[in-house]
């Protein structure tokens, strides 16, 4: 049947409808149904033009098999996680290809407590399941759900006792899901939104959202100037993610955050229930934060099932990504991207001071290099155990934790491929050295040839 390209390592996702259609979407649903013996499933969509059909066929499925749909309709990622663990529901499915091109699209999955489905915990198998004849039996129903009242008090929650000062703050929504969600949330916050591309529009007419692409971000940045904000926030389609600009502009590297978040939720913990959870593509500055609200720092894989995972298995308090994934424990463990941008003014406000302000410092002690993405043909093991080689030989601390990892005294850098793309992903950072950094970036962009 052709059915394993769209399935990745996080979720499942292709051009529709060439790699990914209804059909699929359907045999999905009801394979869901099987694997994880669902009575409901939690289903929401994004604002792709293709999204409500893919949604009603998962819907179609997963009734076929027997089980009943709560339809939360149009909404975040973040919202069928809260839902699937309020609900108490075996399942939830997101329609969505998140910041992928407007002609994809995609499923992300879920069981019960909102625990990820990859393809280490079970995705293989649905693909393999979804091969089978759909059900034919008893039918389950679809109904509407309604939680978001309770998820916006949820996330409404983590500032609840942090006084907020009237902040201006610019939105870029991106004509994705996230405008609705924004404004169920402002209406109970003393801020000034100025609102960006709020209406969800699966068009994209203004470029499909992802903030962390150069080509995004102007948009954001001359709002912010322009109104006189305290900061920017811009989301991308799902709203499981989002970027930060400062009060001039600039766009704040999703690293320089992570530390700040965790320094504002560890201090408020018993000194033995300060764990946090991150990624090892960019290190220094969160383990260095972390450690001085004295917390323990835990660097993980990267990934949204891996990092959550291990938050559980820490029972760590927030975990955070350089890709702009931030999680918190009272949200299931699970990422969300309306939770930072509330903390966020509630940190600015309790803390004082410009968010430009607030990362300068961390911005000049750790430089970074910023993603760098390198075409790779082939296996890029040996290549990869050759770097290995060569750095441990100079006397540097060498782990895999994630791709390579290689650690100097005054630099350090990571390497890993990329799941989706031929690709491999760069990120090095120096204590306060730029020139090293520009040096290092360069001997390892000619290495990896």
């Not at 099932?305 to 424990?329: L, N, P, T």
Request: proline fraction near 6%.
């Amino acid at each position: 049947m052709g059915l394993q390209p769209p399935f990745k390592a996080y979720d499942v996702r292709g051009r529709v409808p060439e790699e990914f259609n209804a059909d699929l979407a359907c045999r999905i649903g009801a394979a869901l149904v099987r694997f994880t013996d669902a009575k409901e499933v939690v289903l929401g969509r994004d604002a792709r033009l293709s999204s409500p059909d893919i949604a009603d066929a998962v819907a179609e499925g997963v009734t076929r098999a027997g089980a009943d749909v709560a339809d939360l309709g149009l909404c975040g990622t973040e919202q069928v996680y809260f839902a699937t663990g309020r609900l108490g529901c075996g399942a939830g499915v997101m329609v969505t290809a998140s910041h992928n091109p407007a002609d994809y699209n995609g499923l992300k999955l879920v069981r019960e407590d909102a625990r990820p489905i990859s393809a280490d915990t079970g995705l293989s198998e649905i693909a393999r399941l979804a091969e089978s004849p759909l059900p034919r039996g008893a039918r389950g129903r679809r109904r509407r759900a309604k939680v978001l009242g309770a998820w916006r008090r949820r996330v409404l929650g983590f500032v609840e006792d942090l006084p907020m000062s009237p902040l201006k703050v610019v939105v870029n929504s991106g004509n994705g899901a996230a405008g609705p969600s924004v404004n169920k949330l402002s209406k109970h916050l003393p801020l000034e939104i100025v609102h960006l591309l709020a209406e969800p529009d699966g068009n994209f007419p203004n470029g499909v959202p992802n903030p962390l692409l150069d080509s995004t971000r102007n948009a954001t940045a001359d709002s912010v100037l322009a109104s006189k904000a305290d900061f920017g926030v811009a989301f991308d389609g799902d709203f499981d993610r989002c970027a930060f600009f400062d009060e001039r502009g600039e766009f704040v590297d999703p690293y320089y955050t992570v530390g700040m978040f965790a320094s504002a939720l560890l201090p408020v913990r018993p000194a033995d229930d300060r764990r946090v959870v991150h990624d090892p593509t960019l290190v220094w500055d969160t383990e260095e934060q972390v450690r001085s609200a004295g917390g323990r720092p835990i660097r993980n894989r990267a990934g949204h099932s891996y990092i959550k995972q291990r938050m559980r298995d820490e029972d760590a308090v927030y975990g955070g990504e350089s890709s702009a994934h931030h999680y918190f424990r009272e949200f299931l463990y699970c990422d969300s991207g309306m939770i930072p941008w509330v903390l966020m003014a509630g940190i600015l406000t309790a803390q004082g001071g410009g968010l430009a302000e607030r990362t300068a410092e961390h911005r000049r002690r750790y430089p970074t290099s910023g993603e760098i993405n390198l075409p790779v043909d082939g296996d890029s093991a040996p290549l990869m155990q050759r770097l290995s080689e060569t750095y441990s030989a100079q006397g540097a601390l060498v782990d895999h934790i994630d791709g390579l990892s290689v650690d100097f005294p005054d630099w350090r850098f990571n390497l890993r491929p990329s799941n989706t793309e031929p690709l491999l992903r760069l990120n090095l950072e120096t204590r306060a050295d730029p020139q090293l950094l520009a040096e290092k970036t360069a001997e390892l962009t000619t290495r990896v040839k």
